[in-house]
């Protein structure tokens, strides 16, 4: 069975979503498995949670992001097995690179 290109976008973006309410809501205490987990963050409890709280507002925008992408998909009925198919999964997934980037700038940016 091939899952449709649009339910994964959606799906990946609901679970991205899903995640990064409790780090904006500043509910995950300091932890070695779930958070951003960066040098600067560990540094101080204060620290750990500014940049969650800031990593967790850019993912759910990106999970938001991507929730429309694939809706979009799905609007545009591109069947699975097109050429396109690697396109509509690949770019809206690398678009996470940048958001990562402007993590790590705001953890640079913390004391310690």
Known sequence: ?????????????????????PLVARMVPMNRWYGVRTRKAFASEE?????????????????????????????????????WTPLLIGIPVLLVVPVLLLINARGRRLPG
Do not use: C, H, Q, R
């Not at 339910?7 to 991205?16: I, P, Q, W, Y």
């Not at 694939?70 to 699975?80: A, K, R, S, T």
């Open 1 to 21: 069975m091939i899952i449709p290109v649009p339910f994964v976008v959606l799906a990946l973006g609901a679970v991205f979503i899903a995640v990064s309410v």
């Open 47 to 83: 620290n750990w949670y500014e940049l969650n709280a800031y990593g967790g507002k850019l993912l759910v925008v990106y999970g938001a992001f991507l929730v429309v992408a694939g809706l979009v998909e799905y609007w545009l009925d591109v069947p699975p097995t097109s050429l």
